[in-house]
């Protein structure tokens, strides 16, 4: 499957965005789904993930009551609505898609997209 993010951009503290992934090429709800992020000189990580089915979902602890991460199969559309954004959730924030459908186990990725950068300035 490839995986192709958009929405990023440069915001306020306090601001809203909508992330989007567009999945191709793949079976979409066979896969989980999930974004990371990397800021500069950091390791990249987890910010929330969705089951196949849109029904169970997890978060990073700093994306609690933030962000919400929700996905359209039929359009094979991943999104993550952020909220009250912050300095420190400026990154550049990834898609990726796992070949187990559930998030039980956790979720690593398998297939990434390549990216969007969100920068949120105080």
């Known amino acids: 499957v490839q995986l192709q993010a958009s929405g990023g951009g440069l915001v306020q503290a306090g601001d809203s965005l909508r992330l989007s992934c567009e999945g191709s090429g793949g079976s979409f709800s066979s896969y989980a789904m999930g974004w990371f992020r990397q800021a500069p000189g950091k390791e990249r990580e987890f910010v929330a993930a969705v089951v196949w089915s849109g029904t169970m979902k997890k978060y990073a602890d700093f994306a609690k009551g933030r962000f919400a991460i929700s996905r359209d199969n039929p359009q094979s559309m991943l999104y993550l609505q952020m909220t009250n954004l912050k300095p420190e959730d400026t990154a550049v924030y990834y898609c990726?898609?796992?070949?187990?459908?559930?998030?039980?186990?956790?979720?690593?990725?398998?297939?990434w997209g390549q990216g969007t950068q969100v920068t949120v300035s105080s």
């Open positions: 990726a898609a796992q070949n187990h459908p559930y998030i039980s186990d956790g979720f690593t990725g398998d297939y």
